[in-house]
């Protein structure tokens, strides 16, 4: 299957994101939100699934653990569904020392990604809060997270991996994957753990715009890790040809892990470049159909 990933608006003003998500609507199974991506503050990813269900598209509520505490996660989660909201993409969220001055106390975690999916299973499966209070009526979840295949060890990441899905998990969305061969010996480790077929794994593609974005990738967002093969193809182009050369290399990239055992489908994140979306699903010959 194909998702993808549309940019929340750094306003109140919904026009481009309307746009956006009726653009892409129709091309892929289902819209994802950053909430609050490098803890900058933009339109919640609540406000902006919202706007997508109301438009007939089926969105992902990401949900980071950094900005929530355990009651206000749950009464959140029951709040999204009454809104059409079902699928729900746990992470820890960026360390709030990248985002703006001043930041938030950094002392303060309430739960991780793994803690969270636990809690909204049981109320999904078990009809539960976290106290053990009944529920007279239970959220229906399609629960997700974040896997990161480069950020350490394959075998450190898959251990990191199953207890996601143990926790909950019923697809990942993994990091932007840049070396479609290293991601080999990380499903393999997944497979030794037999966590392959009990969850769909989409890999994460985005198209690099500058070679300053693919710098910054590299050198700032954890677990990303441009190969010098890339980088040395982004410094003998001409500066006017990288958007094209980053449409080139994501195409070959989706092309090399689309069929391997293990991926489900291609999250595209456009990282606000979200008009490019519809030629790369179509050049690469993407559905909203399953991969395999």
């Not at 919904?14 to 129709?26: A, S």
Request: charged share 25%; net charge neutral; glycine share 6%.
């Amino acid at each position: 299957m194909i998702t993808a990933e549309v940019s929340p608006p750094l306003s109140t003003a919904t026009g481009k994101l309307t746009r956006d998500i009726e653009m892409i609507r129709d091309m892929v199974a289902a819209i994802n939100f950053t909430d609050s991506a490098s803890a900058s503050p933009r339109m919640s990813s609540m406000a902006c699934s919202k706007v997508a269900a109301e438009l007939g598209a089926d969105p992902v509520l990401q949900v980071a653990a950094r900005d929530r505490t355990r009651s206000g996660l749950q009464s959140e989660i029951m709040g999204a569904n009454v809104m059409g909201v079902h699928n729900v993409l746990c992470i820890t969220g960026d360390n709030a020392r990248i985002g703006p001055s001043p930041t938030i106390n950094t002392n303060i975690l309430d739960m991780d990604a793994v803690q969270m999916l636990w809690i909204l299973r049981r109320m999904r499966d078990e009809g539960i809060y976290l106290d053990g209070r009944k529920m007279k009526s239970s959220p229906r979840l399609f629960l997700g997270a974040a896997a990161s295949p480069f950020a350490s060890e394959p075998r450190f990441q898959a251990l990191r991996e199953k207890k996601k899905v143990n926790a909950g998990a019923q697809f990942f969305q993994t990091n932007l994957i840049f070396d479609p061969d290293g991601l080999d010996r990380w499903l393999e480790e997944l497979y030794k753990r037999d966590v392959l077929g009990k969850v769909y794994i989409l890999a994460g593609i985005t198209p690099i715009r500058t070679i300053r974005m693919a710098r910054y990738l590299h050198d700032n967002i954890p677990g990303v890790t441009i190969p010098p093969s890339i980088m040395c193809r982004f410094e003998d182009a001409r500066e006017d040809d990288h958007e094209e050369l980053g449409v080139e290399i994501a195409l070959e990239i989706i092309e090399k892990v689309r069929h391997k055992q293990g991926i489900n489908g291609i999250h595209l994140m456009s990282v606000g470049w979200e008009a490019i979306v519809p030629r790369i699903i179509s050049e690469a010959g993407l559905s909203s159909a399953p991969v395999q």
